[in-house]
């Protein structure tokens, strides 16, 4: 079965640096990826995907990269805030009906003020 | 914003006990999820569902689980006897589509005493 794994499980910056968090993933199949953002105590949140056919794709102060030859896939914050604090999750899809996601360990970042 | 909300936050049951946890997902969205996560695990897929019946299940969803849409807007997930290692954080999401983004809910704590 597929496996999604985070290189570190936490991580700490100062605030207005940069954070890069790094996802592998084991299922070349996968053709679609999603960065969740967690709180404590709420439901991950949606904040970023790419698809296969891309290997970089920017959002508001995120840029989510893709490199499927070494399978791997990285979050970059730009200029971290306190409310960036989280656990963060990369998540792939698969399973037998291509329906399933499956979510990595998280990483935990930790905004220092 | 749509959002899924998720009912009861919180419960604590006796091991063995029935649970229901509730789901109301995003009102046009047509595929229906249960993840859990246990505390400082990371999110494990449960069931989907999608035309009224399982599309897929893990091997965590054994015969003591069981979903149910029973009318148009609710999507609840039934525990028949509980064991303390049910308790976890139960989240429910949906999606529009299947290329789509996949919302959750805040999440349902179970305690298992």
């Known amino acids: 079965g597929e496996s999604v794994g985070l290189h570190l499980p936490t991580l700490s910056v100062q605030e207005g640096d940069n954070s890069i968090i790094n996802c592998a993933y084991s299922n070349s199949a996968s053709d679609y990826f999603i960065w969740y953002k967690q709180e404590s105590g709420k439901g991950p949140q949606f904040i970023i995907d790419i698809r296969s056919n891309m290997d970089k794709r920017q959002g508001q102060r995120v840029t989510v990269l893709l490199n499927k030859t070494v399978k791997h896939l990285s979050l970059q914050i730009a200029a971290t805030q306190p409310g960036d604090s989280a656990v963060y999750f990369c998540a792939e899809i698969g399973g037998l009906t291509g329906n399933q996601f499956y979510f990595g360990t998280g990483t935990s970042l930790t905004v220092i003020p | 914003e749509p959002e899924v909300t998720q009912t009861p936050s919180h419960q604590v049951t006796q091991m063995g006990q029935e649970v229901i946890l509730r789901c109301v997902p995003i009102s046009n969205h047509l595929y229906f999820y249960w993840y859990r996560q246990i505390l400082g695990q990371k999110v494990e897929f449960l069931v989907s569902?999608?035309?009224?019946?399982?599309?897929?299940k893990s091997e965590i969803f054994d015969d003591q689980f069981s979903v149910e849409r029973p009318d148009g807007s609710n999507f609840t997930l039934k525990i028949r006897s509980t064991k303390l290692e049910d308790s976890a954080m139960y989240f429910c999401a949906s999606r529009l589509q299947l290329s789509g983004e996949l919302f959750f809910g805040e999440g349902s704590r179970l305690t298992v005493l």
């Open positions: 569902f999608y035309n009224n019946e399982i599309s897929e």
